[in-house]
């Protein structure tokens, strides 16, 4: 499988669990979620209404910390038959506001890699998300000066990376996606025959994951560490 | 006060309350909270805590439904004092719902406007809020075929406008702002040398209010309508 990248112009990258640790603090708070609520129901069941709450809210409330302890709030009612304590509802809303106080924490290699890319090419942080969470984050990570912009997408479907790239009046060769999620970051990409390379974080969220045969065929690489792309492009 | 509109480029519209109404969305929903919680507090006290309560989270949670619906969800158990039934909140969850669920009713004129404008001018969308709200909204509204992008800016301050500059790549003197607001559209962009109409709604947010020393001396049009400006740019 040769791909050819030197086409392009433009490197978009993932922010969450790809330039800095995410996916854990989800899970601390799923666990902290299932611990306020083990009067009622086993952990388990409550994982599980908790990602049905979710995904059922996902059109209508999209990605993001604010989404999350909605749908946090609407599962704690229902799993508690509606007796929850006002004190419980109160410490799953500081769940959320405490998700959003997180420091950012980056991964291995991400600075270096950034500064030497930004000589060659322009890089773009493509993320979903809450727009002033992730504004928040790239500022805490002090890694600002590298990105050209920040794109917030409301979903990362083909769709959503078509208009992206007309927006920042490049062809689909001339693009580079990198991140952790096949599912958002690197197939959609394949899909529209623009480039991406798939960084895996230890921790992948259910809504995520693909099978095996989304990806068969599919013409992307993966890498152990950001630090591999330096060898690529 | 002569300004030259000759030099622009790119018009920005803001959108809530400039293309399609939001406001009164937001004064209805107020009122129903207000209802929910009669039992508690006098509906202006109630106001007041609300908007005290939303005007603290900003900087954690940002503008638009998601953020309003938390607040409220907050306030609500604060000004119970923690008596609050479960089925009030749920009643809250559902206020923030059904506006995220709202049509969108375009503002006289607005169609027409754009689709002279967009022939002559590239157009952007510049909005604060959700970006999955906003991005529903102008797929509600039909309009989305007059914009080049939307851009949703995490506040309307000058810096974020410069920034929008710069990812844009053009010069103040190229940009165009239109909206209701003269906090958030007209002022920042004066302050950057950027242009600016101003077309006031009938409704404005507390938070959104200006004093005359503020945009006294800046230089800036008001328009009655969207369509006046079709007689100047």
Known sequence: ????????????????????????YFREAELEFAK??????????????????????????GYGIKAFTLSMVECALELSNYTLPNATIEKILNIGKNMLNKPVELLDGVEEVLEQLSKKYRLILATKGDLLDQERKLE??????YFHHIE?????????????????????SEFLMVGNSLKSDVLPLVNIKAKAIHVPFHNTWAHEMVTQKETSGKKYETINTLRDL???V
Chains 1, 2 share one sequence.
Request: proline content about 4%; charged content about 25%.
């Open 152 to 172: 917030v997408l409301s979903d990362k479907q083909n769709a959503n990376y078509s208009k992206l790239l007309n927006h920042l009046d490049i062809n689909p």
């Open 1 to 24: 499988m040769e791909i050819d990248y030197s086409t392009i112009k433009v490197i978009g990258f993932d922010a969450d669990d790809t330039l800095w640790v995410n996916e854990t």
């Open 36 to 61: 306020l609520l083990s009067g009622f129901e086993t952990p388990n069941k409550i994982d599980q209404e908790l990602f049905k709450k979710e995904i059922g809210n996902l059109p209508l409330y």
């Open 140 to 145: 805490k990570s002090g890694l600002t000066t």
């Open 230 to 232: 330096l060898k690529m």
